[in-house]
């Protein structure tokens, strides 16, 4: 069974910048997707990126898109969420997730996900 363990939340102020790891335990990172997903305050979780096995192929909601990027360093069993210009309506606690396949997108087959990590963006 993997473990998924986010780091890097906090608070910003809206323009703003964060950097979300999420590191996976095992030695079967590289061969499967990944995703991240955020779920605020009374709302449902919301796909927000993924990445496929090799970093090679991205996907991103529309209310990310130019301003997030998802990467991944398969040596460091992590995965990475650079967040910019970010805005109140980001705030939200983010999920790490991984496919149980090699290639990862919104409708993807996650099986596995991380505890999750408050980002709060104040206007």
């Excluded at 780091?7 to 590191?23: D, H, I, M, W």
């Excluded at 970093?55 to 991103?60: A, F, L, M, V």
């Excluded at 995965?79 to 705030?91: A, F, G, I, R």
């Amino acid at each position: 069974q993997v473990q998924l363990v986010e780091s890097g939340g906090g608070l910003v102020q809206a323009g703003g910048s964060l950097r979300l790891s999420c590191a996976a335990s095992g030695r079967t990172f590289s061969i499967y997707g990944m995703g991240w997903f955020r779920q605020a305050p009374g709302k449902e979780r919301e796909f927000v990126a993924a990445i496929n096995w090799n970093g090679g192929n991205t996907d991103y909601a529309d209310s990310v898109k130019g301003r997030f990027t998802i990467s991944r360093d398969n040596a460091k069993n992590t995965v990475y969420l650079q967040m910019n210009s970010l805005k109140p309506e980001d705030t939200a606690v983010y999920y790490c997730a991984r496919d149980k396949t090699p290639w990862a997108t919104p409708n993807g087959d996650f099986g596995s996900w991380g505890q999750g990590t408050q980002v709060t963006v104040s206007s």
